[in-house]
């Protein structure tokens, strides 16, 4: 059973960093896919970043420039350093993994606020 554990989320102020993780457990072989993805209160859940195993990334255009993902592909976790927050950063952020072998998981997230 894929298991999914995030940490880092917080209350940060205006310009600030935190920096979220995401450990996957209950599988031999790295995620081809692992990413992060948001939900502000009121909206639908978007796509943050992603980065496949071979290292290829991709961002929504709102935090291109402030966030980087990264991965360890040996320990089946991923990380999302986020820089120059804003407040509409707020959002409870989710964890995603995926692999055609195994489908999708999500973690259960973790709260991000950026105090103005």
């Known amino acids: 059973q894929v298991q999914l554990v995030e940490s880092g989320g917080g209350l940060v102020q205006a310009g600030g960093s935190l920096r979220l993780s995401c450990a996957a457990s209950?599988?031999?072989?790295?995620?081809?896919?692992m990413g992060w993805y948001r939900q502000a209160p009121g909206k639908q859940r978007e796509l943050v970043a992603t980065v496949t195993s071979g290292g290829n990334s991709d961002y929504a255009d709102s935090v291109k420039g402030r966030f980087t993902i990264s991965r360890e592909n040996a320990k089946n976790t991923v990380y999302l350093q986020m820089n120059s927050l804003k407040p509409e950063d707020t959002a409870v952020y989710y964890c995603?993994?995926?692999?055609?072998?195994?489908?999708?998981?999500w973690g259960k997230g973790t709260l991000v606020t950026v105090s103005s």
């Open positions: 209950g599988i031999i072989f790295s995620f081809n896919v």
């Open positions: 995603n993994v995926f692999d055609p072998r195994v489908g999708s998981y």
